[in-house]
């Protein structure tokens, strides 16, 4: 099991930068940041690998950034320039591969993140 704690969401203006953290209960290689809108399907934000690989959502591409400190088990997400389409329940996600080669989701209780004026 992995437990994963989240802190840094809140109330920002657009334009706005927020930065979120995640610290996972013990190391773990796939870590990432989902979110879901009201009335939207959950999608990927941005993900990271333990030797620091990562992939973005094309719709924050350029302003948000994953980043991990392996040494501290946690992955951070810095939003720049935030609009208030990036309005959701931003969770945090850990994958990691079974016994028998399925693939476990663990996931966080979830920050909320509003963008408004």
């Known amino acids: 099991q992995v437990q994963l704690v989240e802190s840094g969401g809140g109330l920002v203006q657009p334009g706005g930068s927020l930065r979120l953290s995640c610290a996972a209960s013990?190391?773990?290689?796939?870590m990432g940041w989902y979110r879901q809108a009201p009335g939207k399907e959950r999608e990927l934000v941005a993900g990271?690998?333990?030797?620091?690989?990562?992939n973005y959502a094309d719709s924050v591409k350029g302003r948000f950034t994953i980043s991990r400190d392996n040494a501290k088990n946690t992955v951070f997400l810095q939003m720049n320039i935030l609009k208030p389409e990036d309005t959701a329940v931003y969770c945090c996600?850990?994958?990691?591969?079974?016994?028998?080669?399925?693939?476990?989701?663990?996931w966080g209780q979830g920050t909320q993140v509003t963008v408004s004026s």
């Open positions: 996600n850990a994958k990691e591969r079974v016994v028998g080669g399925e693939i476990k989701d663990y």
């Open positions: 013990r190391s773990i290689f796939n």
């Open positions: 990271i690998t333990g030797d620091y690989r990562t």
